[in-house]
């Protein structure tokens, strides 16, 4: 099969290297300095940084101590050739987010929400990054009674609004998941977030990023999630993965589930030209097992499994799936694909 150079650009979180802690147990890993993160980038062909707010400096720095830390980290990123994708406010690590950011039932937690969310944009404009990316991660409930579900739909709207508004270049991207941490979620899912999108204040710079497993765990395939965001001209991140079933997130390589399932995602992205759009992010996790001299490998992994994908989805006989679809003869095209990625016949 011809393989064709991948025309995409890639990226991971520096917290997808990371020390193997899960709630059960202790680390099993070495925590890895942030400098020695970026410098294993370029080495795994991987180009742009997906970056939380205080990856790049720590919430409660001042204005100074903030505009001295960013340009730090971007002469670092700079001389490896490297590029921030999106800033995140981590808002779910505070204490002042306990009951959420932007949802909260405390008037004095939404307002710190808001400000640091600002304060993210800013970090941004710094770094020369216009889009930022908003895990919403504790908005929601563990029980319905807790917060009003209606004025929570408001609030997340004037959220995006109170961005769009502090900066008129940044595109925001929601990156929906219906449970975890939280047991529901407000908006779980790529299509809540778009019904959203259309309210706010400048519907052309709100858009979604779409994981994999996110989908998954809201009972969605991937590829029909980011076809749908494709067709809106709204896709403009996503984080590929995998997942077994129904649990949690598990951010495992991608395709190691579901060959079958990664690939119509890539095959979705090549038909809607994604690589034009946007950068592929691999939100991939090691398994704990993992021994620190591989701590880098499920990175690899990934990358080489969509590369692979590619080159399938562009060896596939476009002709020939039509003719199938023509004469409804979908169990004719079920054989083709899975031969097709067994690379047999
Ligand atoms: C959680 C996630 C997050 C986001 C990240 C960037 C920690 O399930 O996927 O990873 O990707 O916060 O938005
Ligand atoms: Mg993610």
């Given at each position: 099969m011809a393989k064709r150079p991948s025309n995409y650009r890639f990226s991971f979180g520096?917290?997808?290297?990371?020390?193997?802690?899960?709630?059960?147990?202790?680390?099993?890993?070495?925590?890895?300095?942030?400098?020695?993160?970026?410098?294993?980038?370029?080495?795994?062909?991987?180009?742009?940084?997906?970056?939380?707010?205080?990856?790049?400096?720590?919430?409660?720095?001042?204005?100074?101590?903030?505009?001295?830390?960013?340009?730090?980290?971007?002469?670092?990123?700079?001389?490896?050739?490297?590029?921030?994708?999106?800033?995140?406010?981590?808002?779910?690590?505070?204490?002042?987010?306990?009951?959420?950011?932007?949802?909260?039932?405390?008037?004095?937690?939404?307002?710190?929400?808001?400000?640091?969310?600002?304060?993210?944009?800013?970090?941004?404009?710094?770094?020369?990054?216009?889009?930022?990316?908003?895990?919403?991660?504790?908005?929601?409930?563990?029980?319905?009674?807790?917060?009003?579900?209606?004025?929570a739909?408001?609030?997340?709207?004037?959220?995006?609004?109170?961005?769009?508004?502090?900066?008129?270049?940044i595109r925001v991207v929601g990156e929906m998941k219906p449970n975890e941490p939280m047991d529901h979620a407000y908006c779980p899912s790529v299509g809540h977030f778009m019904g959203l999108a259309y309210r706010t204040a400048d519907p052309t710079r709100t858009g979604v990023l779409i994981e994999s497993a996110h989908s998954i765990l809201a009972g969605f395939d991937p590829a029909d999630d980011m076809a749908y965001a494709l067709w809106h001209e709204k896709l403009w991140g996503v984080h590929l993965n995998d997942q077994n079933g129904l649990k949690y997130d598990q951010d495992k390589t991608f395709g190691s589930v579901d060959?079958?399932?990664?690939?119509?995602?890539?095959?979705?992205?090549?038909?809607?030209?994604?690589?034009?759009?946007?950068?592929?992010?691999?939100?991939?996790?090691?398994?704990?097992?993992?021994?620190?001299?591989?701590?880098?490998?499920?990175?690899?992994?990934s990358k080489r499994i969509f590369d692979h994908l590619v080159a399938l989805a562009r060896s596939l006989d476009e002709k020939k799936v039509e003719a199938f679809r023509e004469n409804r003869d979908y169990e004719g095209l079920d054989l083709y694909i899975v031969e097709h990625l067994l690379a047999t016949k």
């Open positions: 520096p917290w997808n290297i990371s020390a193997g802690a899960d709630p059960f147990g202790p680390v099993v890993r070495k925590e890895v300095p942030f400098a020695k993160k970026i410098a294993e980038y370029r080495k795994l062909g991987f180009t742009y940084v997906q970056l939380h707010d205080d990856d790049v400096v720590p919430a409660d720095w001042d204005a100074t101590q903030t505009a001295r830390g960013v340009a730090k980290v971007q002469k670092l990123l700079e001389s490896e050739g490297l590029k921030g994708e999106f800033i995140a406010p981590r808002l779910w690590e505070d204490r002042r987010t306990i009951d959420g950011g932007y949802t909260a039932n405390s008037a004095s937690d939404r307002r710190y929400a808001k400000n640091r969310t600002r304060r993210a944009v800013d970090i941004a404009n710094m770094m020369g990054i216009d889009l930022m990316v908003i895990w919403p991660a504790r908005e929601g409930t563990y029980i319905r009674e807790a917060k009003d579900a209606q004025l739909t408001g609030r997340l709207v004037e959220a995006i609004n109170d961005i769009l508004e502090h900066d008129d270049k060959l079958r399932r990664a690939f119509n995602q890539v095959w979705v992205l090549e038909r809607g030209g994604y690589a034009d759009i946007g950068v592929v992010g691999l939100d991939v996790k090691a398994m704990r097992t993992t021994k620190q001299t591989d701590q880098t490998a499920h990175l690899a992994n």
